[in-house]
């Protein structure tokens, strides 16, 4: 064994300072094979600044050359970036947008985009997917009267949608089921004649101000909407949630839509 590299128990690595760590790393340097190698030569510039930001503080091991502590920093960034996927940012509960007035968002839309629950595993797949608001003032209650194909067979389903009093843009959705797409949802986006973005949750995260089951919609006011539309949506998920519209699963239109009268709503369709 080199008497600069002492093998050290994985412990007693996480438990050394930053000060001792720097002085184990020069003993393992002075064995290096290349006499004029420095940390700062060593060390890649992307590797400095994960240590910098404290995107990692665990030491998973103390190498004898001081050349492979720059595959071990760069295997925790590594593994960092890999947190950082669309389907880990949408987790984060956005803000509804500013301003929204409720009847921007009556009448009738057309699902394009679709991130779908676990909760609703499948959902992603239907086709012709079309979603009627109707407000009833009395109750200050919404219906979400949607259509959707799935398998050749159309499902019929009404969502009772209720409107936050203290803030504009978000609601609570109760489905028939109770437990497949019950939550809150808030609008991200919002063009009244072209397109709306929602983001919802069916299970609220005990970490900070996440959701631990998000789902993302995007619906148009035209069953196929102009490149003109879809880059506007695009740009929204860009700002709103750090997501490409390109990322979500797209539901298709191509086939004959559903009319009214056809096919039953069934429990299987939510499952």
């Not at 994960?50 to 503080?57: A, E, Q």
């Not at 492979?68 to 295997?75: E, M, N, Q």
């Not at 809150?184 to 631990?212: H, M």
Request: hydrophobic share 40%; net charge positive; charged share 25%.
């Amino acid at each position: 064994m080199d008497r600069y590299s002492p093998q050290l128990d994985i412990r007693d690595q996480c438990r050394m300072s930053m000060s001792e760590l720097a002085r184990y790393s020069k003993k393992a340097l002075a064995n290096s094979v290349d006499p004029d190698e420095t940390p700062h030569d060593a060390a890649s510039h992307q590797g400095l600044r994960c240590l910098l930001k404290g995107i990692s503080c665990y030491v998973v091991s103390i190498p004898r050359m001081f050349g492979l502590v720059v595959v071990a920093v760069f295997c925790v960034c590594h593994s960092s970036a890999l947190s950082n996927t669309w389907q880990n940012r949408i987790k984060q509960r956005p803000a509804p947008v500013v301003p929204f007035k409720l009847e921007w968002y009556l009448g009738k839309w057309f699902t394009q985009s679709r991130q779908e629950p676990c909760s609703w595993k499948g959902s992603s797949d239907f086709e012709n997917m079309e979603l009627n608001f109707v407000l009833d003032p009395k109750k200050n209650l919404l219906y979400d009267h949607s259509i959707w194909k799935k398998d050749d067979r159309c499902v019929f389903v009404t969502f009772d949608i209720i409107p936050s009093s203290k803030t504009p843009g978000t609601f609570m959705i109760q489905d028939p089921l109770g437990d497949v797409q019950s939550g809150e949802y808030v609008i991200l986006a919002i063009d009244p004649n072209k397109f709306v973005v929602e983001w919802g949750c069916t299970k609220v995260s005990s970490v900070g101000q996440r959701c631990d089951d998000p789902w993302v919609s995007v619906h148009t006011r035209e069953r196929f909407p102009s490149p003109k539309v879809l880059a506007k949506i695009d740009l929204a998920l860009m700002r709103t949630v750090g997501v490409r519209l390109a990322e979500l699963p797209r539901l298709s239109h191509a086939n004959m839509p559903c009319v009214l009268g056809q096919g039953k709503f069934a429990a299987s369709d939510f499952l």
